[in-house]
Structures are given as C-alpha cells and as structure tokens.
C-alpha cells in the first residue's frame, strides 16, 4: 500500500516541491541540478534513465537551456564510473525544460549524477537489488490488471480525469491488452490532479503518439484516484505499487518490461521511444 500523503505523491513525479514556472533568462552557472524521479527505490543493475531539469536561485524551475549537458555517474568514493554522457534538451509543449540521460550501471549502490556548467552539479541516486525493489523495473514482467474501461469504470469516477473528454486508452484493460500479442504501453497519470504540470500534457503526449501507430501498439491509460476529489488511490495504482506518477512501462507482447519513463516527459520523447519498442 501507497502511505505517501496525496500531496507527497502528486510532487513525488517533480523536483522536490517545485511548482510550475518558467525562468528562460537564467544563466546556466546560475542554475541547479534537480531530479524529476522518485527518490524511492526505482533503478536495478542494467539500463536507466535519470532526468534532470534546472532551477535557478529562486527555485523556479526554468523553461529553456542548452541544447546539451553533459555529465558522468560516481559512485560514493567519487570514482566515476559512466562517463562522457550526454543528454539532450527535450521542452515540446510542456513549460518546464528537462534534459533525460540514459546510462547502464552494472551494480546496486548510490551514486551521484555530476553535470558540467552549472553551479550545484550533482544528483544523488540509488540503485537496488531487484531483490529490494517492489516497483515494476526495467526487466521485471508486468502484471496484468483489469483497469477501468469505457464499458466498466471498476469503482473509478471518473474513470480518466483529462478534460475536457476522456482519452481513448480505456478500450481495453491491461489483462486483456497483455493477449494481444502486440507491444504493450501502460500510463498511469492523474492529469487532473498533478501539482507539476507534467501529468495532463503527459497523457495528450502519449494520445497523440497513439493517433499517429494505430493499432501497432496496444496502448492503455489508469488514473491515480477512485473520486473526483482525489482522496482515494485507484486500485491500479495499489496493484502496482507505486509512489509517484507519472509513469509509463513499454512491454514486449510478453509483458517484460523494456522502457519506462518517469515524473516527465515530452512529445518528442514518448515519440522516440515508441518507435524504438516497435522497431525491436
């Protein structure tokens, strides 16, 4: 069970408890490091990916920055252990700026993100046991579910907060979406409800990219909360197990999990890495 406050979940997906803003004139030795990832135990050995946006002295997260950072991961002696990375920034209709790195860590530990250029460098982060992680994981197999539909809400109202319509990724639940025997996309995102601005552009995100596959991929869409009010965590979000949102798990037609994107993401990005799951 999620013991997290409603507001502690809602901000767990941002950095820290920033809100939504804009600083586009900030200069980047001004800036700082933040991560858009739950601080929980999310990462096992093998292939990640940690975002990280800029704040600048007031704590306002900026809407623009370089093209590019780059940055190395250390463990805790400061040995690095992935250098030379490099992440691009991704801005596409959203008002917060991230820049999202991809590394591969071969063993549990905590380590640091060290990016160049900007006057707080470092993020720190823990990979885990798969043993100790109870989050889906890049690698683990995803359970079935039977998330609310169009035909039966299951006790969830509404059944898909974003407005002013529903989004179309309520045809079918995840049980039956993992028989298709095509690629799996799962978001779970309150767009009503996110205090981070990242959740409702999030999921028009992942319609657009549903608009433009087809029936390529089977795509499916959970809310966070059972009531309009946004007391009660829907029962996908129990099953799953998480304690932040936004999230969305790309699956092969077996279920295995072989993507996720966490707290943000951009038009571009969801874009990219759909392709990438039906071009393997």
Not at 12 to 25: K, P, Q, S, W
Not at 36 to 61: C, H, M, W, Y
Not at 147 to 167: F, K, M
Not at 227 to 234: E, I, L, M
């Amino acid at each position: 069970m999620i013991r997290t406050s409603r507001r502690q979940f809602l901000l767990a997906g941002g950095a820290a408890a920033l809100l939504v803003a804009c600083g586009d004139d900030a200069k980047t030795s001004d800036l700082s490091v933040v991560l858009r990832n739950t601080n929980g135990k999310l990462f096992v050995p093998g292939e990640s990916r940690l975002a990280i946006s800029l704040v600048d002295s007031t704590q306002t997260l900026v809407g623009t920055g370089p093209k590019t950072l780059q940055a190395a991961v250390v463990d805790q002696q400061g040995k690095e252990v992935v250098g030379k990375l490099t992440a691009d920034l991704h801005a596409d209709k959203i008002p917060q700026a991230y820049w999202p790195f991809r590394f591969t860590i071969p063993a549990a530990g905590f380590y640091q993100l060290r990016v160049d250029g900007v006057s707080s460098t470092t993020a720190n982060f823990g990979v885990f046991d798969p043993r100790e992680v109870t989050m889906p994981y890049i690698g683990s197999v995803l359970a079935p579910f039977d998330t609310p539909t169009v035909a039966d809400h299951r006790g969830v109202e509404p059944y898909c907060s974003l407005t002013p319509n529903p989004c179309p990724l309520h045809d079918v639940t995840l049980t039956d979406a993992l028989k298709t025997g095509k690629p799996v996309v799962y978001m779970i995102g309150t767009p009503a409800h996110c205090q981070t601005g990242a959740c409702a552009p999030a999921l028009e995100f992942l319609v657009a990219t549903h608009a433009r596959v087809g029936d390529a991929v089977t795509m499916v869409h959970a809310d966070v909360y059972a009531d309009n009010a946004g007391t009660t965590f829907a029962p996908a979000v129990v099953a799953v197990g998480i304690d932040y949102e936004p999230v969305v798990y790309f699956c092969k037609p077996d279920g295995t999990i072989v993507d996720r994107l966490d707290g943000i993401w951009d038009q571009a990005e969801i874009d990219q890495r759909v392709d990438a799951l039906t071009a393997a």
